[in-house]
């Protein structure tokens, strides 16, 4: 059983998840050469923790992948960014 959150909560989390992180700082990180979830939550600063549960959330969000600015972000099964031409 896992443990519930209020819709108020819910909103101050994906607020801070776009803030800190968002779909372009998943991009900017990309851009900068990081490979891996720990090189995109240095670049990000954030913990892997919080990198985790933000790409969860956009998983839930988006589904398998969303298409931004040129870019196929890929959630699922595996984070990859794939740059459009």
Do not use: W
């Amino acid at each position: 059983m896992g443990i519930k959150i209020s819709e108020q909560e819910l909103l101050a989390r994906v607020k801070a998840y776009n803030h800190m992180v968002g779909l372009t700082g998943i991009i900017r990180s990309y851009e900068n050469g990081c490979r891996s979830l720990y090189e995109m939550a240095e670049y990000l600063e954030v913990t892997e923790g919080f990198l985790a549960e933000v790409l969860e959330a956009y998983l839930l969000k988006y589904g398998e992948g969303v298409t931004i600015d040129n870019y196929y972000i890929i959630f699922e099964p595996y984070l990859s960014i794939v740059k459009m031409i």
